[in-house]
């Protein structure tokens, strides 16, 4: 059964690009969004789609519920990215957010975002799958560019997908870094393009870029995605390719990725 999206939609944003397609693409569309915003580098861009937008850190919980009873928001998006250093640093969260946290028997992307989700239930707000406004960024199997991968490459990337998943079901990271069938880096509290720096300082070049959506995704968080920082992030290292999972996973600014790629000889791919 499908479901019915009020008008009026919540955006809780990090950084990136997505959650500012996420607001052009809902306003388009004859939504109206109130985001609060959780990042600043793409504050001034959210504004122009956004109907209001309140800046707030992670950890005022307080806060964001406030915002969210009085705006009177049933339905709401998570996206962007919000680095999980922040968990390192709890000195500007609130008395809830440290009790929240506290409920959590480890601190992994997972189980923090469930309990966030259920928090919200409480009060009313129903959390919405990440692509319900951006499906079309989505991209099937095949290789995206002009330049194919090798043999030995493929080898990689079947075992990187393998050893990418296998991570994802420890909720460890979904990206990995891979070199002539050895791991360079597999991601962790770090993200995927300090992975990538980590890995393919390792590999010294041509390293193999995979990144997966964890197995049994739940698409209210953490779908998978990658852009331009990501392809110049590789290219600075020299990694050449980067494959990702098929129907899954969400290329922002796809053209232009795409022309990145072709013109620094990097591969790019779904399977």
């Known amino acids: 059964m499908g479901i019915t999206l009020e008008n009026k939609q919540g955006l809780i944003a990090g950084d990136g690009i997505l959650p500012i397609r996420m607001a052009q693409y809902a306003k ?8 609060i915003s959780l990042a600043k580098d793409n504050y001034n861009e959210l504004k122009k789609y956004c109907a209001k937008i309140y800046p707030c850190h992670p950890g005022e919980i307080n806060k964001i519920e406030k915002i ?21 640093h709890l000195d500007k969260f609130d008395k809830r957010a440290i009790d929240i946290l506290k409920e959590a028997v480890r601190l992994n992307d997972d189980k923090v ?10 009060i009313g707000i129903e959390v919405l799958d ?27 990337v079947n ?44 590999a010294k070049r041509d390293a193999v870029i995979v990144k997966v959506a964890k197995p049994k ?23 050449n390719l980067i494959a990702v999972e098929a129907n899954e996973t969400i290329i922002v600014d796809q053209e232009k990725v795409i022309q990145y790629a072709d013109n620094h000889g990097i591969v790019i791919m779904a399977v």
């Not at 569309?29 to 985001?35: D, P, S």
Request: glycine share 8%; with cysteine.
């Open 28 to 35: 388009e569309n004859g939504f109206e969004v109130v985001c």
């Open 68 to 88: 969210l009873k009085d705006e009177e928001i049933k339905q709401l998006t998570f996206l962007g990215k919000v680095h999980k250093k922040v968990l390192l």
């Open 113 to 122: 975002m469930l309990i966030i989700v259920d928090e919200l239930k409480k």
């Open 130 to 156: 990440q692509t319900i406004f951006i499906k079309n960024l989505m991209i099937p199997a095949g290789v995206l560019g002009k330049h194919k991968p090798s043999k030995e490459q493929m080898e990689d």
């Open 159 to 202: 075992y990187g997908f393998w050893l990418a998943k296998e991570m994802g079901k420890l909720d460890v990271g979904q990206s990995v870094v891979i070199k002539d069938k050895m791991i360079m880096a597999v991601e962790a509290i770090e993200g995927t393009d300090m992975c990538i720096k980590r890995g393919a300082k390792l």
């Open 217 to 239: 995704q739940d698409k209210r968080f953490d779908i998978p995605a990658i852009g331009m920082r990501t392809l110049k992030t590789m290219n600075a290292k020299h990694a």
